[in-house]
Structures are given as structure tokens and as C-alpha cells.
T-cell receptor, first 116, second 114 residues
């Protein structure tokens, strides 16, 4: 049981480039989400999904796209990278899609992204 | 607006002494409160949560947290700190805004000195 995995661990992009951050979980969790972590700001929700085929925006969705074609995978796409997107990105999952406000989230190890 | 505040950027404590990491919240409805810990270059790990019932919640690694409804607080505590407890601690509240979302505090860095 690998839990939540993220690739790559590190990435450097030039302004305007696009890329996809990968996230996968093998716990059959319905709920998955993407956060970015910036110093002094905690974690901010980018997008989330309550199940395959269902996604919604979080606090800071601009510049990012997501899709959820399977329960296991939840990739995050940067459409045209900007220096303001330099951050550490975390993917998380939890058991219930929309049914349990009490669920604990399980986090991946993170992707450190630098946009030049 | 629903929010979580961690008033201290950093907490310093000597090994063996008790530690407290503070958290206050502002939510409408019942609060569902969590503490997570982040070690260097790692993702967040769950420590404990308060859903309902006893105001004192026990969690992993000897940590506990006290829910205080009147003060809207959920402070993290440990009776005797270890150097290995040094990490970044996040308080979070889970809210229902048409979908369940987690709002995180800014984090408190705990430094335990030997």
C-alpha cells in the first residue's frame, strides 16, 4: 500500500511553459484535493474532487486545471506557468467523497515547483 | 468568514518541558478540528481530531489537544517535549460549503532544544 504518491518531486519551469503534476492513491479514496503551500500562508486549496468525473474549485484555482477520470488519479495541470506559481504542491485524499466531514486526509510527499 | 488562526509563528521549548501550540477558529456550525504535523521535506501527517464528545482528544506520538467551545480554541499539547517533535504544526478545520473542504492555519514551527 503506497498511499498517496506524487511525481515529480522537483520541477523547474520557464514562464509560459505548461506541465502536469501527477497524483495517485491506492486506498480507493473518493475525495482528492490539491493544495499549494507558501511560507506563512499554510496550505491553500486549489481544486478538489469528490469522485471520478466530479471536480470543483478551491480558494486559488486560477491558472490550474484538473480532471478525475479514475478513482486513483488526480493530475493537476499548469496551463501557462508564472513565477507566482512557485510553490510546494501537495495532493491529499480521504475516504468519503462528499459524505463525511470528519474524514482524515492523507497527504503525498509534495512537488517543489520553481517557475523562472 | 470561516478561518483558523495560529497566533505563534514559532514556539521554542526545552526537551522534557511541556509544550503548547495554540489554535483558534471561527466557523459557523459545529467545528470539526484537526492537527497535522509536517517534518522537513515531507507531506503532512495526521495527529488527532476533534469531532464530538470529550473535550480532551489524544492522538499520535503522545500529543493531545483540548477543545474549548467558549474560547473557540483547540490547542495542541504534550506533557514532555522531545527533540524529535521539532516540526511544523498545522491546525485545520473541516467545513461544509456544498462540499467538504479543509481550511488550514498558517502553521507554527516547534523547536525543541536538547
Amino acid at each position: 500500500n503506497a498511499g498517496v504518491t506524487q511525481t515529480p518531486k522537483f520541477q523547474v519551469l520557464k514562464t509560459g511553459q505548461s506541465m502536469t503534476l501527477q497524483c495517485a492513491q491506492d486506498m480507493n479514496h473518493e475525495y482528492m484535493s490539491w493544495y499549494r503551500q507558501d511560507p506563512g500562508m499554510g496550505l491553500r486549496l486549489i481544486h478538489y474532487s469528490v469522485g471520478a468525473g466530479i471536480t470543483d474549485q478551491g480558494e486559488v484555482p486560477n491558472g490550474y486545471n484538473v480532471s478525475r477520470s479514475t478513482t486513483e488519479d488526480f493530475p493537476l495541470r499548469l496551463l501557462s506557468a508564472a513565477p507566482s506559481q512557485t510553490s510546494v504542491y501537495f495532493c491529499a485524499s480521504s475516504y468519503s467523497g462528499g459524505g463525511a466531514i470528519t474524514d482524515t486526509q492523507y497527504f503525498g510527499p509534495g512537488t517543489r515547483l520553481t517557475v523562472l | 468568514a470561516q478561518s483558523v488562526a495560529q497566533p505563534e509563528d514559532q514556539v521554542n521549548v526545552a526537551e522534557g518541558n511541556p509544550l503548547t501550540v495554540k489554535c483558534t477558529y471561527s466557523v459557523s456550525g459545529n467545528p470539526y478540528l484537526f492537527w497535522y504535523v509536517q517534518y522537513p521535506n515531507r507531506g503532512l501527517q495526521f495527529l488527532l481530531k476533534y469531532i464530538t464528545g470529550d473535550n480532551l482528544v489524544k492522538g499520535s506520538y503522545g500529543f493531545e489537544a483540548e477543545f474549548n467551545k467558549s474560547q473557540t480554541s483547540f490547542h495542541l499539547k504534550k506533557p514532555s517535549a522531545l527533540v524529535s517533535d521539532s516540526a511544523l504544526y498545522f491546525c485545520a478545520v473541516r467545513v461544509n460549503t456544498g462540499g467538504f473542504k479543509t481550511i488550514f492555519g498558517a502553521g507554527t514551527r516547534l523547536f525543541v532544544k536538547a
